[in-house]
């Protein structure tokens, strides 16, 4: 594990004092990713291809009116994907991003796979883009449910207590994106991933009305969701540094005494 900062008595401060013998000290360590992406690929190309062939959009229109989902929602959400990717991999030590311009990727609109894209059209985007690879976001879709419950509930006015019903609004999201990993050099697929990521919000109030108004607007939270679940794919692919906590002894031996004034 790597050690990139650590926090030192007069210039950041210790965290805390556990004990008269221990002392905790706050320090950064890069965590490694879930899976390992051979390293001749340095710099990836980011895209997208959630938006639906002319074929597919009927379809998707379809769907849409039968589930009730506001038009143009997954679409912007999609893009937040893209933007959550993006800036966590921007700043992990592991790779270098670009997103191309004006690149149009058709895929399905919905959970399932398109057919893998043609490795020649792969080559020229990365190639074009100076990248070593091509990372695409080939599907995405979310799930959106509102529920709404009360409960008879009790608080304080001066000395009286005073029981009211509280009533209770809740949003739930559920993200599903899928992601490709195209090496062009070797021609195969590094990483093909199916992410589901679950995100809740909660409003209570006196009233419905104040409970359902103090939720986001539905397309704010698939957004965020999106972005999020973006982040999510970057930590899976790339290390991540981490600020985290470590004991160590301050006293017992000579030994421990030099670390600690080293530390």
């Known amino acids: 594990m790597t050690i990139k900062h650590i926090l030192i008595p007069g210039l950041f401060g210790l965290l805390s ?46 769907e849409g009116i039968i589930t009730g989902e506001a038009p143009f929602v997954d679409r912007h959400a999609a893009e937040e994907c893209i933007n959550g990717v993006f800036n966590q991999l921007k700043n992990s030590p592991r790779f270098s991003v670009v997103i191309p311009g004006n690149l149009e990727l058709k895929g399905t609109g919905t959970r399932e796979f398109p057919e893998p894209l043609d490795w020649d059209n792969i080559s020229d985007i990365c ?33 009286k207590e005073i029981s009211y019903t509280e009533y209770s609004s809740n949003l739930n999201i559920q993200i599903y994106s899928g992601w490709r990993i195209y090496d062009p050099i070797n021609k195969i697929i590094v990483d093909q991933n199916t992410y589901s990521d679950p995100r809740s919000w909660n409003s209570t109030s006196d009233s419905p009305r104040k409970a359902q108004d103090g939720l986001p607007l539905l397309e704010n939270a698939v957004s965020d969701a999106g972005y999020s679940a973006g982040q999510q794919y970057a930590i899976r692919i790339s290390p991540q540094w981490n600020w985290v906590s470590r004991m160590y002894y301050k006293k017992g031996n000579p030994d421990f005494e030099m670390a600690t004034r080293r530390a």
């Open 127 to 159: 190639k074009n883009n100076n990248a070593d690879a091509l990372l695409v976001l080939e599907v995405f879709d979310s799930n959106n449910k509102y529920s709404n419950s009360s409960r008879l509930a009790k608080r304080k006015e001066g000395d």
């Open 17 to 62: 004092l556990s004990s008269c013998r221990t002392l905790s000290v706050s320090l950064e360590v890069l965590k490694p990713a879930a899976i390992s992406v051979p390293s001749n690929i340095k710099t990836l190309a980011v895209a997208n291809r959630t938006r639906p062939s002319r074929r597919e959009r009927a379809r998707n229109i379809l």
